[in-house]
């Protein structure tokens, strides 16, 4: 099944954008009277019918809306610096979709190795991943921000900081409480500095691990993620 995404989807009649309509058109050779199936990432299937199968500007009418069934009862966020590898950082992305997450933010901190991250390219990717899984949430990825800007946002949730320290023995399975809305910091490949650390834990934010074993930046953010997703199964 293909699942196609229309952010800005209209009733009960909208063009799709070119890509999309040559996608649908010319790629997937669709015709007038066949029958796709749209989200608009924000919680809502359509099914809907092509009424001018127009390969600039394909016309779709919708037949049916449903609301998704990939509803959480709780908001996952997490701020993460991106990888000096940017693939690694794209698989991540993929991944966190997949597993179910609300929120990204690229943090810049002082040991990253990246500091510069193209929205619209890692955007891209959050949409194949959400459609290869056929969900109906997109999440949301914000711009680029600095640590101390993520540690002083408001937040009413569980604050972590994922950090790998001999002193730090919470385990995130074990302090997260089930159905709280959590944020959880991840850093760079050479970690936090012990003054970040001190100024997230001024902010509220609670030191913990994510196992035994190091973890590379985006497999401990696929862990976290899923931990969390897992918890609250």
């Not at 058109?25 to 749209?38: H, T, Y």
């Not at 179910?100 to 901190?109: L, Q, R, S, V």
């Not at 680029?144 to 399975?173: H, M, P, R």
């Not at 850093?187 to 001024?202: K, R, Y």
Request: charged share 25%; with cysteine; proline share 4%.
């Amino acid at each position: 099944m293909n699942l196609f995404y229309a952010p800005d989807i209209v009733e009960p009649n909208f063009v799709l954008s070119s890509e999309e309509s040559k996608h649908i058109i010319r790629v997937l050779r669709k015709s007038e009277g066949d029958s796709v199936l749209f989200t608009d990432g924000k919680g809502y299937f359509y099914n809907c019918i092509i009424k001018e199968a127009n390969p600039k500007k394909c016309l779709i009418e919708i037949a049916k809306k449903k609301k998704g069934e990939d509803k959480r009862n709780f908001l996952l966020h997490i701020a993460i610096a991106p990888t000096k590898n940017i693939s690694r950082f794209e698989w991540f992305l993929e991944k966190t979709t997949e597993v179910g997450i609300d929120c990204i933010t690229p943090i810049i901190c002082s040991h990253s190795e990246r500091k510069e991250v193209k929205i619209d390219r890692l955007n891209k990717v959050i949409t194949s991943a959400m459609k290869q899984s056929l969900s109906s949430h997109h999440p949301l990825l914000e711009k680029k921000t600095s640590f101390k800007e993520i540690i002083n946002i408001q937040f009413s949730g569980d604050k972590f900081i994922a950090y790998i320290d001999n002193n730090v023995s919470l385990e995130l399975s074990k302090v997260y409480m089930q159905g709280s809305d959590a944020i959880i910091l991840i850093g760079p490949e050479g970690d936090f500095s012990p003054e970040e650390v001190a100024e997230a834990v001024s902010q509220g934010f609670v030191p913990v691990m994510l196992g035994k074993s190091r973890l590379r930046t985006e497999t401990a953010g696929i862990v976290a993620c899923h931990t969390i997703n897992l918890l609250n199964s």
